[in-house]
């Protein structure tokens, strides 16, 4: 999931929350929403092969 930020960057976060905060993981943050969707698609593929 990925939501822009203040300062004009892109943060990707986790799809579920953490259940010990109740809040969604930070999974990095990025200047452009590209990179942070290419980053998404490198953890969702590193997810599932391990």
């Not at 999931?1 to 943050?29: D, F, H, Q, W």
């Not at 200047?31 to 980053?39: M, P, Q, S, Y």
Request: zero cysteines.
């Amino acid at each position: 999931m990925i939501r822009k930020l203040k300062s004009g960057e892109y943060r990707l976060y986790s799809r579920k929350k953490n259940p010990k905060t109740g809040k969604r993981r930070n999974l990095g943050t990025f200047k452009t929403r590209a990179a942070a969707e290419k980053h998404e698609k490198a953890v969702q593929f590193f997810k599932r092969a391990g």
